[in-house]
T-cell receptor, first 112, second 113 residues
Framework: GENVEQHPSTLSVQEGDSAVIKCTYSDSASNYFPWYKQELGKRPQLIIDIRSNVGEKKDQRIAVTLNKTAKHFSLHITETQPEDSAVYFCAASRGGSYIPTFGRGTSLIVHP | GAGVSQTPSNKVTEKGKYVELRCDPISGHTALYWYRQSLGQGPEFLIYFQGTGAADDSGLPNDRFFAVRPEGSVSTLKIQRTERGDSAVYLC???????????FGSGTRLTVV
């Protein structure tokens, strides 16, 4: 089955800095890669996703890149703000059931 | 409803007891998923429904776990003979189209004592 590795487990940045979270996946058939943000005690919320036919996608301060050959994808957050502090999960899924396998999460801390 | 609703939000039960966790998906969403999230971990897939049928139950850890969705809307996750290791947050999610990211509920925090 699919295996998703996520790094780092904790990321601490100063407000205004950029943050990058990286994930690798094992199943070359995976073709959909969502990212979720989970604030303490709350539900995971989809923030951005990318499909395998696209190399990069942006939405305001967040962007995701995908390298299919290397089987890795990354989340980039620019101009970080304290409200960006949360746990971020990457996931990978394949066509058919599209059931995502999640990474273990990255705890992002943005210091004011 | 406006979102995915899960009840109860918290459940404390004694080891060996039976529990039922309920998920009410967004109206019209045909795809429904159950996940389990332990502290410090990502959500772990349990079972996926497309309509009334369980399309994939490969994530259920053993035969103590069972889920139903008899009318293609509300789903119930059932756990028999609960064990302390079952303690986790059980998340439900639904989607109008399984090809896209879905909406999670707030979860049920199950504690087995």
């Amino acid at each position: 089955g699919e295996n998703v590795e996520q790094h780092p487990s904790t990321l601490s940045v100063q407000e205004g800095d950029s943050a990058v979270i990286k994930c690798t996946y094992s199943d070359s058939a995976s073709n959909y890669f969502p990212w979720y943000k989970q604030e303490l005690g709350k539900r995971p919320q989809l923030i951005i996703d990318i499909r395998s036919n696209v190399g990069e996608k942006k939405d305001q301060r967040i962007a995701v890149t995908l390298n299919k050959t290397a089987k890795h994808f990354s989340l980039h957050i620019t101009e970080t703000q304290p409200e960006d502090s949360a746990v971020y999960f990457c996931a990978a899924s394949r066509g058919g059931s599209y059931i995502p396998t999640f990474g273990r999460g990255t705890s992002l801390i943005v210091h004011p | 409803g406006a979102g995915v609703s899960q009840t109860p939000s918290n459940k404390v039960t004694e080891k060996g007891k039976y529990v039922e966790l309920r998920c009410d998906p967004i109206s019209g969403h045909t795809a429904l998923y159950w996940y389990r999230q332990s502290l410090g971990q990502g959500p772990e897939f349990l079972i996926y429904f497309q309509g009334t049928g369980a399309a994939d139950d490969s994530g259920l850890p053993n035969d103590r776990f069972f889920a139903v969705r008899p009318e293609g809307s509300v789903s119930t996750l059932k756990i028999q003979r609960t064990e302390r290791g079952d303690s986790a947050v059980y998340l439900c999610a639904s989607s109008a189209d399984k090809r896209y990211g879905y909406t999670f509920g707030s979860g049920t925090r199950l504690t087995v004592v």
